[in-house]
């Protein structure tokens, strides 16, 4: 057995358009600049256990 | 950035930080091991046909609608599925489709934390130089038998391999350890560490493949890609391709609806989503597809490359490396590999769980890890207690980890596509998006993946579901993992229907009449 002519270009099509796929997400990324937080403006609600303190 | 180390308050330290801890989550052993198998089984590189358009119509759509209801529970006060679904649709039904969301990673995490104990205790064995075993196959199968107890149910209970007794418990308290730490110190840190050198061993293995003999390479490169078109005819390889997409991206493992909550409002998720796919694409299509089944035919021919599954990963691959130069090197570097595969999804399975038991029960962060860790680990001892041909672990595997994730992402599909709605969802996915996703995928999250997903169902269930049922007929371990596992969903229910009544009276759960 050997890599047909057709096997050859489906592994470089599929291996390809992963590599090119996953650069381009990464590069964009890692390219962003950083993230602003404003704490406590937009984050979700903490939840509040108190009835429970001692459950454990 | 704040980071609680307890209850609600918890979110990711960083963006790159959720990427790798999704991606993390995603690879696993199915990369390396189950994509080769299932491709050189069905079609070599016609397999990748039915493979990318289930990627495209199922995986991601269903990962963005996964990541948008996530943000969007999380951003309404609620980390677990229970809630999530009940904030999605405002019925008091709603919470307990939840439970299936609980069980799936629950009931997976009870025999992958086993598997996960194999490839470390492999690693192991490589580094004391315990598995060079010659060539002989049989020397390997015999190893592998040995170790995992596969001829007989009890072995631990009989003096059998206490080295994966001693294994286990090491890789079931880093487990915990990390769980404990919480999302931001203990997942994500995790997962930025484990990832890059996950990565770094497994470009070692392929460099190590790709750089013997070039005319035994072409041919070991052939067995795995030459397309064989009769098979794409053929239903099971539409099935085999669409089941390795859902496997593979941990789509409908209760999962990343998890992982999703814990962003802020506006943090981006469709880019996020996308990266998460494709770095779990690059681990199986690119490493996974060019190691696994070149290096099996290389060294052992086309029957061994023909293999699929755990003969292909403990008995072929330690084969392979014994007669590979530098095998015991590469060896140790491969199962380190998996190994970290394994333990970054892992942890991904024990998240869901704890998150629930921490807002739904008001357990504080050591209570609810023992509380899981006694359940878990009481489902693991059933796994390593009933060995012989690893009867426990096949049966969980093809019910809960074959069948009811497809369920699962088909009720989280229905959810998302007729209940949520995908003008709504198409608005949520795209706030703070950092690309656009055309509507189109809305569309395809409505009609078509629900579609897809039935007759996936159907199309397992037919193939394979028949076998198994007569099995369970039969009796003995597959009969009574089955009731064990309907005795865990039963436990998960009540525990949901506790956790509702509690929300209720808190008021955080409102209904429409």
Known sequence: MTLTPVGAAIMIVSVSSVLVLTTWCLYKVLTLPPEVVQEHLKAPPDIDTGDTVNAD | MSNSSQGGGEQWGSRIGVILAVAGSAVGLGNFLRFPGQAAQNGGGAFMLPYFISLLLLGIPLCWAEWTMGRYGGTNGFRSAPGIFSVIWPHRAAKYFGALALLVPLAIYMYYVLIEAWCLGYAFDYLMGNLQLGSEPAAYQNHFDDFIGNNANGFIY?????????????????????????????????????????TICALCVLIRVLTLDSEKLTAGLGAMWNPDPKALLAPKTWLAAAGQIF?????????????????????????????????????????????????????????????????????????????????????????????????????????????????????????????????????????MYFSKDRAALETMDFWVGTMAIVVLALVQSILYGWIFGISKGNDELHRGALIHIPWVVQLVLKYISPLLLLGILGGTFYLDGSTYAETLMNGGVPLYSVLFIGAILAFLLLLVHIAGRRWENEGRLKYKR
């Open chain 2, 247 to 383: 496997f593979s991206l941990s789509v409908g493992f209760g999962v990343i609806i998890n992982y999703a909550s814990y962003l802020r409002r506006n943090d981006d998720i469709a880019l996020s989503g996308l990266t998460a796919n494709s770095v779990n694409e690059f681990f199986e299509v690119c490493l996974g597809g060019l190691i696994t089944i070149p290096a099996a035919f290389i060294f052992l021919g086309a029957a061994a490359a023909a293999q699929g599954g755990y003969g292909l990963g403990f008995v072929t691959l330690p084969n392979v490396f014994a007669v590979m130069p530098g095998g015991r090197m590469f060896g140790f570097l491969w199962f380190l590999m998996l190994f970290l595969a394994a333990i970054t999804s892992s942890l991904s399975m024990l998240q869901p769980v704890i998150a629930f038991l921490e807002e739904g029960l008001g357990l504080r962060r050591h209570a609810s890890a023992t509380l899981l860790g006694l359940i878990s680990g009481f489902g693991t001892a059933f796994v």
């Open chain 2, 158 to 198: 009989e003096g059998g391999s206490n080295t994966l007794v001693g294994v286990l418990v090491f890789v079931f308290l880093l487990n915990f350890v990390c769980i404990y730490r919480g999302i931001s110190k203990g997942i994500e840190s995790f997962c930025m560490v484990a990832m890059p050198i996950m």
